[in-house]
């Protein structure tokens, strides 16, 4: 039932449901009518409605009369376009079903960042850790990775039985001021908290690292 009301059976039931849309459309608020307060809750709209934006709410409803559903809104969305207009009663029916559709979207209110490669970035890659490795893959393989402990280059070294790494600690040093965040890192992140969202940051690199 869905789609049935798209698949118009004549001319005239065409014209009704561009004149409901169109009627949709103009019940909707322009963005400079949006209190401030209430932006973060206001997205544009998806929908060829010029340069309109709806609240979520209203979109909802939008797409209700688009694409119904359920059968509730699969009968107003063939009621209004039978009626060839939107009356207040059948608008009022509309957004209550656009209240269930927002009611089932789970709401997000967390977002975690990998670091490094998303946050920031390393200039200079010396790779020490891997340096390490290589001399000593048999070892390795039997200890769990320096990326998933808190471990130093120097104390991984000797877990791997091998003398103090003084040309990986040197390669570490010139690695670590090369870590620098991306051009759009704060922004985003400013974006992310203004929108009330709790805002975590992860990372899987070796202990010398996260500090930085």
Request: hydrophobic share 40%; net charge negative; proline share 8%.
């Amino acid at each position: 039932m869905a789609d049935t009301h798209l698949r118009f059976r004549n001319p005239a039931e065409e014209a009704a449901y561009k004149t409901v849309e169109n009627e949709l459309a103009a019940r909707i608020q322009r963005r400079d009518h949006v209190p401030e307060a209430e932006r973060d809750g206001w997205r544009q709209n998806m929908f060829p409605f010029n340069d309109r934006w709806s609240s979520i709410r209203e979109l909802e409803a939008c797409v209700a009369f688009r694409r119904p559903s359920d059968p509730a809104s699969a009968v107003i969305a063939d009621a209004l376009t039978h009626a060839g207009t939107v009356s207040d009663d059948l608008y009022a029916r509309l957004l209550a079903v656009a209240e269930r559709r927002y009611d089932r979207q789970p709401a997000t209110r967390a977002v975690a960042f990998d670091a490094f490669g998303t946050l920031v970035h390393i200039g200079r890659k010396r790779h020490p850790y891997e340096r390490l490795i290589r001399q000593a893959r048999d070892q390795a393989g039997a200890l769990p990775s320096p990326m998933v402990q808190p471990i130093g280059l120097a104390d991984y070294a000797a877990a791997l039985g091998l003398p103090c790494p003084d040309a990986e600690l040197a390669a570490l040093d010139e690695e670590l001021p090369t870590i620098a965040l991306y051009p759009d890192t704060l922004d985003a992140l400013r974006r992310v908290r203004e929108a009330g969202l709790t805002v975590a940051v992860a990372s899987n690199l070796a202990c010398p690292m996260p500090p930085r």
